[in-house]
Every structure is written in structure tokens, then in C-alpha cells.
């Protein structure tokens, strides 16, 4: 353990630096609600930890011009659900994220440990995805930006490219008559990892659904982005109709595995259930916002 | 590399640190600082008894890299009672009997002053909130919620603290005598203390559930490794290789001998410094594996033999017949039958195994966590070849046990390390390792029969169980011996055909577990009397008080019971509730089927009884209590694992002597300065101990009034050190000494079944009220109403406390507990209850006293356990028309049994 390295420097620039130069020996530290886990379990051994939590870029949360967020990578939940505003905006992306672990872990873990991490079971990623929300992301080459759901590439892994910072998400601005939320089913009443989890976010015009998008986790190797689901209830008033094929789209998208968890019979039909409700209750945040 | 200086603020004080920034504030807290307060019980951010705050917010110890924890205001259990807040909460804790075994404790209050910092007045769902990082297996969470909602009350001094009058201790609610260490943190468990300069061992267990292995060379490891001291193996066994509860069956190896039986299994133990263990890869290891075929439960009848000593794989079996159960049900006008399925279920005291061993001259000391310190004593004395006079065990503060720490773990291996190297020893199993090595719950595969006459009178009962007990025999006997006696429950049923047998397979010793298999066979026998209640045209709560035992009764062993049979009062008391819970339920389904509603609500009940003791056999225990110069010393080797037989022994002494309870000082424990109280187990302490205490309290007052020369109903009383008989002086030069023992009767079953295998029993009977989502399959408890036999209630906030403690661990069992072997060796897959799924507990405490038992006592710790899981099961049936046959009732079972 003690021929470990620990970086803790002050700006991102540095940190991508000292990322790179360890060339994949290095691990990012946030939380480290994950990583401690890992390194204990001897499933993780690295060389160099650099720890970003004094990095100002990514430890604040901005409003954007246009009226968006920009969230920094390494903001804990407990951080999030200060902020006097973010919560009204996006009940739904706070909700998820606030869905993580204990008290004890969200005063610690971070939106951007949970996407990097990239366990298919991730809460704040359906969320993220159904927000739109977009990464920015700094390594050697340079600062790019890609959306949320192009970052896990599967269980454990991600499409970021060696020597790679996740920086901040950024949500965009909220047309009125909008609304999200996230519901996820586990067994226990908490502390405990998504069956399955789902992100919707609408806006609603008169009752008449005009932009949908749907998350789901837990249901296949990475989280995902419905679009099917999203389809059917854009233009809809949400009826019985749209709702069923939206959660058949959903229940479609499903790609799970069999555990202790629960089976794909029933991931299956859990991720159409809580399309339904999760719906439900954006449509009745946007029927008020 | 050096490591950097950092400073920090810890309760108050700064404190400079050499350490990697990597390494964990829990280590540093309890390594380097010597805060052990602050406890581990996973290492992994899911039990949260690291729980400390930083900057005031609650965070997990363990998961805090310390350079993060770098000149922020770190604060602990230690530093609690110096603001009024966290003594007043302390106090809270102390009243309310939130603090048990106490390994959660620290955890609690860290995360509870947190909320109470904010708000001093938090309404349930703020605790439950606050608090739902913290595991606690104890005490399913109702006292701590009571103490964190109350604890306002005592910043301005508070309830005074009961201290009942000379003769006035039994049935008080006294305070635990042991609780001042819990809810300071300074309690001494496994994993606190050692001797100075203790190396560490750390054993080497099997990846695989069966494998021949082979050792290559060594010394390579041992050379790159100039901190690795020794290994030890079969060959280094001093003494008999081998451990197991009974006498005649030492089957399990402490290093196996060439084959390993279950993943877990111990091949091989390093000792060393800690460091170097810790480098030390798996992979490292000159270990060469033949994984073979693993004997499972579906084969192990007619299979392969797990151990050549049994070659059917079957261990015991136990039967108890009485008349002709097959015409009895032929005969009967209804009848219903089951069949189930339960899985491993896993201890999970928060506390794992944990303690030292040192060599004193000839003899050796082994400090550790245990429920069974004689039991350990004879297992290190057989494994060292050393007589028993040689060793000393001196039992650690427990962190929970419920039958798990009562096989060795970690004892006999750290005693022949300590032995050989003649230095002290120590280890601290990780959780992982605890789970994967530790004995289990039995998997229980049940069909059961049953019938009834028109009138709903039972008539016959047919209960065949296979039990599977794993790789090594543990406690397995004793499990399918004390299945048949109670698997009909507490119910008259003329003719009884009952079979259970343990069963090897390569899978984790089961051993004992709350209950000893009569948990499993209670789901399958209430489900029985649900389905014949409906058959009859019966009310669910008065087929079973048509049924029910009553003083006066004979049992199918063909014991009459003659006194305590309270199981009609329970019922009794239950019957208002039952009634109005059933209302609310049928109301709520109506407003549901009227709005289009997917939750179904429903209620349960469920009754059991419970044998105390062991089962047809002598299981005397000693208490000893002295008075002299060194003043008034109650000596009880009974182990108290949190239930509280520490407190409660001194109640029922204190008063069977004539003085206060605050008037003894308590050695405890250790079998050098004890006499045997046998194990804490099957219930027996209050009723077994209690009566030894009562005894020997007794004769020490004996031995006071002949030496005082006064009469039976003379006032003692003891001031400054003197004792007072009757307001005068009596001269206290030599010791006067009190001893007690009890042996409850019994008689040991006959080939049928037959005797008088307990001296008396504990009746329960249970509701519970919950809903069901029927597109999810998930269960939300509303409330459990426990109403229970236990003759006397000693202490009642402690009957309490067990009841509550039993009832989480009842849900555990009914709705998400499944340990699978290679899957769930954490608590973030295994899950146990937290605070938000524990409902409201009202527990309706019945007294018919059993005049065997002191002051009319009798056991209340497993009785707790049995009747949840049925009852919540027959809720689920109320609510939905669905039979669970496969437990736990997880959500997906759930819809699946919907769907038939
Ligand atoms: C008790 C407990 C309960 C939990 N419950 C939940 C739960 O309910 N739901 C859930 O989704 N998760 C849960 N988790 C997992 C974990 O808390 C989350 O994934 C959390 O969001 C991780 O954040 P972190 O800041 O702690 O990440 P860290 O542990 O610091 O990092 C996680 C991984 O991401 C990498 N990483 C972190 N930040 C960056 C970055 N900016 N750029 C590139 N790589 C980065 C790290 O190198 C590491 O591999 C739980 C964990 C624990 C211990
Ligand atoms: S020891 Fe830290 S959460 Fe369990
Ligand atoms: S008192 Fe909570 S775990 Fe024992």
C-alpha cells in the first residue's frame, strides 16, 4: 500500500498532467466511495492516486448563461441538494443522485464517480441520460464534450481515452412546463444497488407531451437512452396508449443478465412498470412548473 | 517513500500523523491514534459502524482517504460527552436500551448527533433518514429511534436513572450494568486490544466448495517476505486436528489435511507483521488445486460421501411419532399440504470474528469474541493436546452473535500460533472472510400435511425435512433433533409423524442460528394452518386458539405441560388488534379496487413455541457470589452478546439476596475467576443462569444470617463497606460465598421421540400488516403486533429489545436474506434489514409464570425470531391469494407466485 503516490494538486491542468504521466497506473480520486472499495478488495492496485477534490472547476456547481447547470464532476449529492436552485430545476437528477448510499456516502460520492465508475447500476446516470445532460471532458489533447451516455462502454469501463478527466456535466435550460424524475426498485428500503432504474424527464405545452427522454439502468450492460420510449410519448397526453407503448419500449430495450438480484423476467417487466410511474410523476412536476 | 506529516483536528485536538494519503481515516483513528471507539465492521462504507463526522457531516471512517480528512474537524465517539447534545444522547441511549451488544453503537450516536445538531426534536422519518447509513442486528432500530426522538428531554438532567430498592430489581427497568462502555466506545471488543508487539495471522481458506490441494516449497514466500514469520499447516497441530460441538465429533480441521469440504474451508494460517501479510497476493501462495465435484443438496442422498465417517451424508436424524399420522390425515375432512424452500441465511452480527492468544509459562490465554467461553476452552485445550487446566479464555466485549460465535473461529489457530512462537497473536477476520468461513443458517427443504376435523380441530401432522448442514457437523444434530419436537407447532395434534435430517454437502457448515431450525419448520406448519383455517370456514386467529396448547396438555413427545402455557393469553391479547388491522386492511383494499390501486394490503399471524435449553440433555450453569474485604462480587460466566444477561442476572441475584443491584461489582467471563455457566444459547441464560443466580444469591443470604445470627426476613443493607443486618454490624474478616447451580429436568427422547426434552417452553404469537405492490412485488411492513410468553419479565425494556431485535431478523429471513456462496460474501449483496424496513413493534408482554424459573422466568431471545417470518408470509397470502414456497419472498418470487 505505501508504495502508493497521492496527488491531491489544485488545478485541473496539473491534474491532467500527473493523469497522464503515470500512464495508466494512475486512478482518479473523488468520493473514493468506489475506489477505497475496489483498492481494499485488491481489485484495483494503483500506482499514483490523484485526487481532485481541490480542484475548484470540479468542485462547484454554476448556472450557465443560457440557464442551465454546469455541475462539477467531484460536487458530492450532499453538495447538490444545498444548492438553493438546482433542486427546482432538476428534481429528478438531484433525486438520483441523492439516491446514492447513505448519508454517510453522499456527503462524499460524486455524479462523476458514479458515471466513471460505469456500473450498469449507476442512479445518477438514467437520470443524467433522461436530463440530456452533457460531459465536458479534458486529458493530453484536450478539452471535448459528449453526451452522458456515450461515456460507459460496459460494466467497469468507459469511452474515455487514456489520460482522460471527466470536468462537469451540463444540463441545459429548462423550457416551462417541464419536468423529471428518477424512481429505481430494490429490494431493501436502502443502501442498496438499482434492480432497475429509470430517468424520464418531459416538458408538457397544454397537456400534449412536446420533448420526452428516457434512462433506464441496471437493465443492460450500460445504462441507456430509450428513444423508442421517448417517441411514444412525445405528441401524446400521455393516455393509456402512449404509456403502454412506452413502457413496451422500455421493456424492449432491456438487454439484463439473471442474478441474485432479480431475473430477466422480471427486470424485464419492471423497467415497463416504472417507465409508467416514473412518467407519471414528470408530468405532474411539469403540470406545476 | 516517506510518508507526509498531516495535521488533524480531532475532537478538539490537533493531531500530527505520518501516513499515506491513501490510508484510511478509520485506520489512522484506531492504528495510530488508538481511538477504537470508532469500530469496523466491513470495511466497505455498508455498515457504517466507522461512522464519525467531518466538519460536523456524517461520513463512513473507512471510506475517508485521511488526506482528505486533512485539517478538517474530525469527531468521535470519544469526543461525544463533552457537548450536552451527545451526553444527553448517550443518557437517551442508556434509558431506552438502544445500545446492545453496543458494535453499532458508536455509529449510531456519531450519525444521530449529526441530526440532533440541526434539529433536537426529529420526528421519525428524520432518524430513520439520518440514521439509515448504520446497521445495527441487535435491536431492529425501534429503541434507538425511541432514544435519538427522546434525547432532548435529558439535556436538562432528564428521567433519573432506575435504581430499584433492595428486593425491588426484578421486573425494573433497569439499565444495562454493562451499557456505560457501549455508548462511550470504550467497550473492549476482538478487534480493540492486543498484547504489546502481537504479531498478526491471517489464514489462507479454500476457493473452491471441494478440492484436493498440495503445498510446494515455502521458503521462496518466506524469503521474500522477511515479515512473514511462519506458516503453519495440518502438520503444526500440537494436538488433535480437529473441532466440532459434540464431544464424539471433532470433524472440522483447524488447517485441513489435504482436502478442503466448502469455500471457506481453512487450509493454512500466516503469522507475521501485519504489513507484510497484507502484501502477500493469493496468488503467491505454493498452493496446487484439483478442484473435485461438489456434493449439493440435490445429490448428496445416495452420492458422493462430504467426509468418509458418513457415508449417506446423513448426519442425524430426528423423529418424533405419536399415533398414526397417515390415518389420522385419511381420515381428516380437510387437509392441506406444502412444500418450501429456505436458503443459507448468515449471522451478520456486525462485529466479525476477532481476538489474540498469548503463551503464559505452560499455559495459554486466548482473548476473543465467543458466546461459548468453556466450549473454547475445551476445543483450544483439544487442538494444543494441553489439559484443560492450561487454558484460560477471557471472552472480548461480543459484537453480536445469535448463534454464530458459538463454534470456534479464529481461537484454535491463534492458540497454536501463539503456542509454537511463544508470542502473542492476533487476527481480525475481514468481513468477506467472516462470511465465507462462518457457520450458516440450515437450508431447510420442507413437506409438511395436515388435516382437520369439520370443526377445524387438527387432526394428524406429516413433516419430512432435509436440512442441509453442510461440510462439517457444527451444530447439526442439535437442529435435527429439536425440528420434529416442535414442528407442529404449539397446537394439540392427537397423531404426529415427524422427520427432520441434517445433511452434508460441500457447502458452508450450517450450525446455530436463532432458532435452530424451527424458524424454517414454523413457515411450513402456520402456512398449513392458514390454508385448513380457510378450508373450515375459520377465522386465521381462532382456528389456531381452537388449537391451541393449554396447561394441562400432552405434547407429541408426551410431556404434559403442567404450568406456563401462555400461548391463549397471547392470543387473547392479540384478538383486538387482529381485528382492527384486518379492518384498516379490508378498508384499504376497497379505496384501492376503487381507484384502480396496485397495492393489496394484508394481515398475518403466526404463533410458535420454543423449548428452553438443550434438548433433552444436562445443561447445568454456576453462578458464585461473594462477600468479604474486597466487598460484595457477583462472578457470572454467562456471556452477555447483547441480549443482556449481564443486567438481568444481577436483577434476579440482587433480589434473591436482599441488597440493590447497584451494591455488586461484576466480574465476568473469563473461565479463570468464573464458574461454568454453559453456553449462551437455546434461550437459557435468564431461565438457567437466572435460577443459578437466584440460588446462589440465596445462599449467600443464607450464609449472612447464620453468621449474623438472624432471622429469614432480616433488611441487609451495605455501607462503606459494611454489611448491615438489621441495621447492626456484621463482621466481614473472612469471605461468605454464595453458590448456585441449576439443571433444568428433562429426559432424553427415546427412538420415537418420546420424553421430556425441555423443561419449559416460551409461547409467542405474532401479527403483521403490510401491503404488496403487485406490479413490482415488493412488501411494505406496516406494523407488527408480538405478543409473548416469557413467564417474567425481568427486565422488560430487554424482553423488548429481544423481541425487537428477533422480529428484523424474522424480516431478514421472510423478505431478502439468501447467502450464496462466492456471491454474497459482503453486506453490500448480503442484506439484512436497515433502519427504514423494521416497522412499528408493539410488544404485549404475557407473564404465566413457569415455577421452575427464577421469580417465574423463562427465555426470551429466539421465541422472538420464530413467529415473524410466518406471520409476514400469511400477510402476503391475505393480501394477494399468493403462497410463497421459495424464502426469502423477494420481490421477483413474488410476481412469479402471483403469476401461478
Ligand atoms: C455503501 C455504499 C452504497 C452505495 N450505494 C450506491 C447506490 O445506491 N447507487 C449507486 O449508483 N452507487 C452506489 N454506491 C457506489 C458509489 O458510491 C457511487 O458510484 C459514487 O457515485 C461514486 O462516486 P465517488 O466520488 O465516490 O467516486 P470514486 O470512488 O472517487 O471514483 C469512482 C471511479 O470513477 C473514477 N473517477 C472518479 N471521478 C472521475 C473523474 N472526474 N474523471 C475520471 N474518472 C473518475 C475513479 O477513478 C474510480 O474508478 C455505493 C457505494 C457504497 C460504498
Ligand atoms: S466499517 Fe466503515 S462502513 Fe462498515
Ligand atoms: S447493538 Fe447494534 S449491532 Fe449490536
Known amino acids: 500500500m505505501t508504495d502508493i503516490r497521492y496527488l491531491a494538486p489544485g488545478t485541473l491542468d496539473e491534474a491532467v498532467n500527473a493523469f497522464a504521466a503515470a500512464a495508466g497506473a494512475a486512478r482518479i480520486l473523488a468520493g473514493g466511495t468506489d475506489l477505497l472499495v475496489q483498492m481494499r478488495a485488491g481489485v484495483v492496485r494503483p500506482g499514483v492516486i490523484v485526487d481532485i477534490k481541490k480542484i475548484a472547476e470540479m468542485t462547484t456547481i454554476e448556472e450557465t448563461p443560457e440557464g442551465g447547470f454546469r455541475i462539477g464532476a467531484a460536487v458530492s449529492g450532499a453538495r447538490l441538494a444545498e444548492h438553493p436552485r438546482f433542486g427546482k430545476a432538476w428534481p429528478g437528477v438531484l433525486e438520483a443522485v441523492n439516491l446514492i448510499g447513505s448519508k454517510q456516502v453522499q456527503g462524499r460520492a460524486s455524479p462523476g464517480g458514479n458515471l466513471c465508475n460505469a456500473s450498469p447500476a449507476g442512479d445518477s446516470v438514467p437520470a443524467m441520460i433522461a436530463a440530456g445532460a452533457v460531459v465536458t471532458v479534458q486529458g493530453p489533447h484536450g478539452r471535448r464534450q459528449m453526451p452522458v451516455e456515450a461515456v460507459p462502454a460496459g460494466p467497469g469501463r468507459t469511452n474515455l481515452t487514456p489520460g482522460e478527466i471527466l470536468v462537469s456535466f451540463t444540463l441545459p435550460p429548462r423550457p416551462a412546463g417541464s419536468g423529471d424524475a428518477y424512481l429505481r426498485m430494490i429490494p431493501r428500503t436502502e443502501m442498496d444497488i438499482a434492480v432497475v432504474g429509470c430517468g424520464v424527464s418531459l416538458t408538457l405545452e397544454g397537456g400534449k407531451v412536446t420533448a420526452a427522454r428516457v434512462g433506464l439502468g441496471a437493465v443492460a450492460p450500460t445504462p441507456l437512452l430509450v428513444g423508442p420510449a421517448a417517441e411514444a410519448l412525445i405528441g401524446s397526453r400521455l393516455e393509456e396508449e402512449a404509456l403502454a407503448a412506452a413502457a413496451a419500449a422500455c421493456s424492449a430495450a432491456c438487454r439484463p443478465i439473471d442474478d441474485k438480484r432479480g431475473t430477466i423476467a422480471y427486470r424485464t417487466k419492471v423497467a415497463g412498470v416504472l417507465l409508467r410511474r416514473t412518467a407519471a410523476i414528470a408530468a405532474e412536476r411539469a403540470g406545476r412548473a | ?900
Open chain 2, 1 to 900: 517513500m516517506t510518508s507526509p506529516a498531516l495535521l488533524l483536528l480531532v475532537n478538539g485536538e490537533t493531531r500530527r500523523v505520518l501516513a499515506p494519503g491513501q490510508t484510511r481515516l478509520s485506520t489512522i483513528l484506531r492504528d495510530e491514534l488508538g481511538l477504537t471507539g470508532t469500530k469496523i465492521g466491513c470495511d466497505a462504507g455498508d455498515c457504517g459502524a466507522c461512522t464519525v463526522r467531518i466538519d460536523g457531516a456524517q461520513a463512513c471512517a473507512c471510506l475517508v482517504p485521511v488526506a482528505q480528512a486533512a485539517g478538517h474537524a474530525v469527531a468521535t465517539v470519544e469526543g461525544l460527552a463533552a457537548s450536552p447534545m451527545g451526553d444527553a444522547l448517550q443518557r437517551a441511549f442508556l434509558h431506552h436500551g438502544a445500545a446492545q451488544c453496543g458494535i453499532c453503537t458508536p455509529g449510531m450516536l456519531m450519525a444521530a448527533s449529526e441530526l440532533l445538531a440541526g434539529e433536537a426534536r426529529p420526528d421519525e422519518a428524520a432518524v430513520a433518514a439520518a440514521l439509515g447509513g448504520v446497521l445495527c442486528r441487535c435491536t431492529g432500530y425501534r429503541k434507538i429511534v425511541e432514544a435519538v426522538r427522546d434525547a432532548h428531554r435529558f439535556l436538562a438532567g432528564g428521567p433519573a436513572p432506575v435504581a430499584p430498592a433492595a428486593g425491588c430489581a426484578v421486573g425494573e427497568r433497569l439499565a444495562r450494568a454493562d451499557g456505560l462502555a457501549k455508548v462511550g466506545g470504550t467497550d473492549r471488543f476482538g478487534a480493540d486490544a492486543a498484547p504489546d508487539g502481537a504479531l498478526w495471522l491471517r489464514a489462507v481458506r479454500s476457493p473452491h466448495p471441494r478440492a484436493r490441494f498440495a503445498f510446494g516449497d515455502w521458503a521462496p514466500l518466506l524469503a521474500r517476505h522477511p515479515g512473514l514469520v511462519r506458516v503453519l499447516t495440518a502438520a503444526d497441530v500440537p494436538g488433535r486436528n480437529g473441532f466440532g460441538i459434540y464431544p464424539d465429533i471433532k470433524d472440522q480441521p483447524v488447517f485441513a489435511p489435504g482436502e478442503v469440504r466448502y469455500r471457506g474451508d481453512c487450509l493454512c494460517a500466516l503469522v507475521g507483521d501485519r504489513a507484510a501479510l497484507e502484501a502477500i497476493r493469493t496468488e503467491e501462495l505454493p498452493i496446487a488445486w484439483t478442484p473435485l465435484a461438489p456434493v449439493t443438496l440435490d445429490d448428496a442422498l445416495g452420492g458422493e460421501p462430504v467426509q468418509a465417517r458418513w457415508p449417506d451424508n446423513v448426519l442425524t436424524t430426528g423423529r418424533v411419532v405419536s399415533g398414526d399420522a397417515e390415518a389420522a390425515l385419511r381420515a381428516s375432512r380437510h387437509s392441506a399440504a406444502i412444500e418450501i424452500e429456505t436458503g443459507f441465511v448468515e449471522h451478520a452480527y456486525i462485529e466479525p470474528e476477532a481476538g489474540w492468544a498469548q503463551r503464559v509459562g505452560d499455559r495459554i490465554e486466548v482473548f476473543a469474541c465467543t458466546q461459548a467461553p468453556y466450549m473454547d476452552l475445551e476445543e483450544v485445550a483439544g487442538v494444543l493436546g494441553l489439559p484443560q487446566a492450561a487454558v484460560r479464555i477471557i471472552p472480548s466485549a461480543c459484537g453480536g452473535g445469535f448463534g454464530g460465535k458459538l463454534d470456534v473461529s479464529i481461537q484454535p489457530m491463534l492458540a497454536i500460533a501463539a503456542w509454537l512462537l511463544r508470542r502473542p497473536v492476533r487476527a481480525v477476520l475481514p468481513r468477506g472472510e467472516s462470511m465465507a468461513s462462518s457457520t450458516k443458517r440450515h437450508p431447510a427443504r420442507i413437506a409438511a400435511r395436515a388435516g382437520c376435523d369439520a370443526a377445524g380441530r387438527l387432526t394428524g401432522f406429516a413433516f419430512e425435512g432435509r436440512y442441509e448442514t453442510g461440510a462439517y457437523a457444527s451444530w447439526g444434530p442439535t437442529v435435527a433433533g429439536r425440528v420434529p419436537v416442535h414442528a407442529m407447532g404449539p397446537y394439540r395434534v392427537p397423531a404426529v409423524a415427524a422427520r427432520a435430517r441434517a445433511i452434508f454437502t460441500n457447502n458452508p457448515p450450517a450450525g446455530a442460528f436463532r432458532g435452530f431450525g424451527v424458524p424454517q419448520a414454523a413457515i411450513a406448519q402456520e402456512a398449513l394452518w392458514d390454508r385448513l383455517a380457510d378450508a373450515a370456514g375459520l377465522d386465521r386467529l381462532e382456528f389456531r386458539a381452537l388449537n391451541a396448547l393449554r396447561a394441562g396438555d400432552v405434547t407429541a413427545t408426551g410431556q404434559r405441560l403442567a404450568h406456563s402455557v401462555g400461548l391463549m393469553a397471547c392470543l387473547d391479547a392479540l384478538r383486538p388488534r387482529w381485528r382492527a388491522l384486518r379492518a384498516t386492511a379490508a378498508a384499504a383494499n376497497a379505496l384501492a379496487d376503487a381507484g384502480g390501486g396496485r397495492q393489496r394490503h394484508g394481515v398475518g399471524i403466526g404463533c410458535m413455541w420454543y423449548g428452553i435449553g438443550n434438548t433433552g440433555m444436562s445443561n447445568p450453569s454456576t453462578m458464585r457470589i461473594t462477600l468479604g474485604p474486597e466487598g460484595l462480587v457477583f462472578h457470572n460466566g454467562a456471556v452477555d452478546i447483547g441480549q443482556g444477561s449481564t443486567t438481568a442476572l444481577l436483577q434476579i441475584a440482587a433480589d434473591a439476596l436482599g441488597l440493590p443491584t447497584d451494591a455488586f461489582r461484576l466480574v465476568l467471563g473469563d473461565t479463570d475467576l468464573t464458574e461454568d455457566a454453559g453456553k449462551t444459547s437455546a434461550s437459557r441464560q435468564t431461565f438457567v443462569s437466572g435460577r443459578a443466580a437466584a440460588e446462589a444469591g440465596r445462599a449467600l443470604r443464607e450464609a449472612i444470617l447464620l453468621r449474623a445470627n438472624a432471622g429469614p426476613e432480616a433488611r441487609l443493607a451495605l455501607r462503606d463497606g459494611a454489611l448491615l443486618v438489621d441495621g447492626r454490624p456484621v463482621g466481614l474478616e473472612s469471605t461468605l460465598e454464595g453458590i448456585g447451580r441449576f439443571d433444568p429436568p428433562t429426559r432424553p427422547l427415546d427412538a420415537d421421540g418420546q420424553g421430556i426434552p425441555y423443561a419449559t417452553y416460551g409461547f409467542a404469537a405474532q401479527l403483521a400488516a403490510l401491503s404488496v405492490d403487485l406490479d413490482l412485488g415488493t412488501v411494505h411492513l406496516q406494523r407488527i403486533v408480538a405478543a409473548h410468553d416469557v413467564g417474567r419479565a425481568i427486565n422488560p425494556t430487554l424482553v423488548e429489545g429481544q423481541i425487537h431485535g428477533g422480529i428484523a431478523q424474522g424480516i431478514g429471513l421472510a423478505l431478502m436474506e439468501e447467502y450464496l456462496p462466492g456471491h454474497t460474501e459482503n453486506l453490500h449483496d448480503y442484506l439484512i434489514p436497515t433502519i427504514g424496513d423494521v416497522p412499528e413493534i408493539e410488544c404485549l408482554l404475557i407473564e404465566a409464570p413457569e415455577p421452575l424459573g427464577p421469580y417465574g422466568a423463562k427465555g426470551i431471545g429466539e421465541p422472538a425470531l420464530v413467529a415473524t417470518a410466518p406471520a409476514i408470509l400469511s400477510a402476503i397470502r391475505d393480501a394477494t391469494g399468493a403462497t410463497l414456497t421459495r424464502i426469502p419472498a423477494l420481490p421477483h418470487r413474488i410476481l412469479e407466485a402471483l403469476r401461478r
